[in-house]
């Protein structure tokens, strides 16, 4: 069975400040994906970044990093130089398994990290 | 392009009456999937369509919880008889099918759910 643990519940940080969020995931199979969602008040989940799992390359996208390390299973999310509307809760989340005819498969979520950022 | 709408945004009802959630997938997206989130939770899948016919249901309690998505296209959530524990976010999202390709899910702003 899939798990995703993110045991920072939340953070907040002062505006410029850089901050990462902790996930942890738990998975048997060896093919797997995973993502960021961002969830503002609004409460629309929104796309951030996603993982496959035979690419640990980290890599950088604007503000947004992570890291990747299949010998830890984590997955960690730094918002670097953080801004006010950075503030939402932020999810990690799994899919496993390999592509199926090109649909995606259940994702399995973490319980999210709040974030505020502070003026 | 418009995103996966929903409707209602919100809704209360007394515990024991029926209440139906609508969504409408983006446009061309094959697969439209049904989540709910608890406060202070993660989503977690309920249903999950693949055009009209529903290929994962595990997670769906049949005994009040039903689905459908007669065309395909978008879809109804129903509740019959609500309690007061189904107080939730009712989230759809959608992706599209692409061969070859992993195909993320795009998420509606949610139905929030009270049951007095």
């Known amino acids: 069975a899939q798990k995703v643990t993110q045991a920072q519940t939340e953070i907040s940080v002062v505006e410029k400040e850089d901050v990462t969020l902790d996930c942890v995931y738990e998975t048997r199979d060896t093919t797997y994906y995973l993502f960021w ?3 503002p008040p609004s409460g629309e989940l929104v796309f ?10 980290n890599e950088i ?5 992570w890291n990747f390390q ?20 932020y999810f ?13 498969r259940q994702l399995t979520f973490g319980s999210g990290t709040q974030l505020t950022v502070l003026p | 392009e418009a995103g996966v709408v929903q409707s209602p945004r919100y809704k209360i009802i007394e515990k024991k009456q029926p209440v139906a959630f ?15 989130q608890n406060l202070g939770q993660g989503p977690e899948l309920l249903i999950r369509y693949e055009n009209e016919e529903a290929v994962d249901d595990s997670q769906l309690p049949k005994d009040r919880f039903s689905a459908e998505r007669l065309k395909g296209v978008d879809s109804t959530l129903k509740i019959q008889p609500a309690e007061l524990g189904d107080s939730a976010v009712y989230l759809c999202a959608s992706s599209p099918k692409r061969e070859g390709l992993y195909n993320e899910q795009f998420f509606g702003p949610g139905t929030r759910l009270t049951v007095l």
């Open chain 1, 61 to 65: 996208s604007g503000r947004y990093s």
């Open chain 2, 22 to 36: 609508w969504c409408n997938p983006i446009s061309g997206h094959n697969t439209l999937y049904w989540y709910l």
């Open chain 1, 70 to 89: 299949k010998s830890t299973s984590s997955f960690n999310f730094t918002i670097t130089a953080s801004q006010v509307v950075d503030s939402a809760v």
């Open chain 1, 48 to 57: 951030l970044i996603r993982r496959n799992s035979f690419d640990e390359q």
């Open chain 1, 92 to 104: 990690c989340a799994l899919s496993e398994g390999g592509v199926s005819s090109g649909s995606a």
């Open chain 1, 37 to 39: 969602y961002k969830q």
